[in-house]
């Protein structure tokens, strides 16, 4: 079991040492009549004050409905905020190195790179599963982060409890658990058990089940430790009074939520059934996301075409494992309607 001492430790020392920037609006906090204190213009509201820098009436709605504790919660711009500030908070540039599997969403080697830090790659066994050992045996003094997506982008499949834990215990440095797509699996969330691990960083996002990836708003959740240490190096005003109040809407509306992912799920069972019928798709990849990952023949050709007649899938094919995949997210019927009629259409051409 990981210990607070450790988890400091690793901790970058300029970070340790750090004093952070204290705006307006961190010194005081309550309700007042005149506000004087933050060189704001007076005109405009109520665009013109700046916002809770913590963001602390979302978090108290967060926490009760995620079943955490408020200071377990960093806010940040989309998911890609908190894994940057990741490497900032304990990847040395040039020393520290970060581990994850392949293929996997993208931007864990692109946060490595832009902060000079060492990325270490592990490809997932053919049918998917996770490298458990491998993983562990990539890892030397200077690892310090081990991300694991969960249900994963693309191949769509969620880990066993068991390799996670694995993992949790086995790894000498922080593990993060993305769960983007956590909202569309059967499988249960790591906030459940975020207090038995101090080296585990979950993250979420209210850009898949809760349809705001306009609004630019992740999730990381944490002990009250390492979330601090989040606070210390964010940017003072990161999260905008209008996303905030949206934030606080939304989440009245989990309901709708809801019935949102369940139309997903029931759309997504019935697209597969259909591709199973087509002589083109070789193998549908089992899904726990909104999405499926499917192997076609002559994927870039496929697609091509289907670009031609409006209609956008990603294309995998050069993805490691993903040779001829297409990856096709679950959108509501009658675009998924659209895009069945246009791959019969193809089909037909393709054997004529």
């Known amino acids: 079991m990981k210990t607070q001492e450790q988890i400091e430790q690793w901790v970058r020392p300029n970070i340790r040492r750090l004093k952070p920037y204290s705006s307006a609006r961190n010194e005081f906090s309550g309700e007042a009549s005149v506000w004087l204190d933050a060189n704001e213009s007076p005109f405009n509201e109520p665009y013109n004050r700046y916002p809770d820098p913590l963001q602390w009436a979302v978090k108290h709605r967060l926490a009760k409905q995620r079943g955490v504790c408020p200071d377990q919660i960093f806010l940040g711009v989309g998911s890609d905020e908190a894994i940057d500030l990741l490497y900032r908070i304990f990847c040395e540039p040039g020393k520290s190195n970060a581990i994850a599997f392949t293929p996997t969403y993208g931007m864990y080697r692109v946060c490595a790179d832009i ?69 569309f699996s059967s499988h249960p969330s790591w906030l459940a058990r975020l207090d038995e691990f ?24 944490a002990s ?44 997504r069972s019935r697209f597969v059934e259909r591709l199973s019928t087509l002589p083109l798709v070789r193998r549908v990849y089992p899904s726990e ?28 094919s050069s993805v490691t494992l993903c040779d001829d995949c297409l990856r096709i997210t679950i959108g509501q019927a009658d675009e998924m309607d659209s895009l069945w009629e246009a791959l019969c259409r193809y089909n037909q051409n393709r054997e004529k």
Do not use: H
């Not at 200077?142 to 409890?161: D, I, K, Q």
């Open 115 to 183: 902060n000079g830090v060492e990325y270490r790659e592990v490809p997932l066994q053919a049918d998917f599963s996770l490298p458990v050992e491998e993983l562990l045996r990539a890892a030397d003094r200077e690892s310090r982060l081990l991300f694991l997506c969960s249900p994963n982008n693309p191949t769509g499949n969620a880990f066993p409890e068991t390799d996670i834990e694995r993992l949790l215990t086995g790894f000498d440095g922080i593990v993060v658990i993305d769960e983007a797509y956590i909202d």
């Open 289 to 316: 996301a909104n999405f499926v990952l499917v192997r076609v023949e002559d994927a870039t050709a496929l697609y091509n075409w289907l670009v031609e007649v409006g209609i956008v899938v990603r294309n995998r």
């Open 224 to 267: 009250p430790q390492l979330i601090g240490y989040y606070n210390k190096v964010k940017y003072p005003y990161n999260i905008s009074g209008p996303v905030q109040r949206y934030a606080l809407d939304l989440l009245d509306r989990a309901d709708e939520v809801c019935r949102w992912v369940e139309e997903t799920l029931a759309e």
């Open 198 to 221: 101090p080296n585990l960083v979950v993250l979420q996002t209210f850009s898949k089940a809760w349809g705001s990836a306009g609004v630019r708003l992740g999730m990381a959740f």
